[in-house]
């Protein structure tokens, strides 16, 4: 009988972004926000991410609003070092897109949230592929950003995003 692969989790399969978001400030245009540290998937080489967590809301939103989450990867790896879509440096750090169609250009939707007037409400994030996202296949580098138009600063007290390690394993 031929071997059978199956998706296998790692025992710690589960890893916390790092990606400040709290007091995140608002950006009318959704072009300021923020870029969390690349991940490197070139030492444990897993088939896919998946993607989760929350995003909070600060005090009083502005109702019918958007909260955008968006994936990057390398454009390209020079000497070892990976480059970012406009000058996305691969650290937690503030980011300002140079513009809306860069943005669309570099970087793939995640999700975008539309949000009520509530303060503090929690929006999910669901399982989301970041291997899809790349044609089907995970990158050796990728990372998030974050950026919203809500009128307030999200939440100072953050939610984790965290993304959980998927493998294969022979059986």
């Known amino acids: 009988m031929a071997a059978q692969i199956k998706t296998s989790y790692p025992a710690t399969s589960t890893v916390a972004l790092t990606l400040t978001t709290a007091s995140l400030a608002s950006d009318t245009n959704l072009l300021a926000g923020r870029a ?10 897993d088939l896919d991410h998946l993607l989760s967590g929350a995003i909070r809301t600060g005090t009083s939103p502005t109702v019918s609003t958007t909260i955008e989450v968006w994936a990057y990867s390398y454009l390209s790896i020079a000497s070892g070092t990976p480059t970012y879509a406009d000058g996305i ?11 809306a169609n860069v943005k669309n250009a570099g970087l793939r939707l995640v999700t975008a949230i539309t949000v009520d007037n509530t303060t503090g409400r929690d929006y999910p994030i669901p399982p989301t592929s970041i291997a899809g996202l790349f044609g089907g296949v995970l990158p050796p580098f990728w990372g998030i950003f974050v ?3 809500t ?7 953050q939610v984790a995003l965290q993304y959980e390690r998927v493998q294969a394993q022979t059986v």
């Open 89 to 99: 440096t691969g650290t937690d750090a503030n980011k300002s897109m140079t513009s």
């Open 36 to 45: 969390s540290t690349a991940v490197d998937n070139t030492t444990n080489v």
């Open 151 to 157: 009128a307030v600063a999200l939440n100072a007290t």
């Open 147 to 149: 950026v919203h138009n």
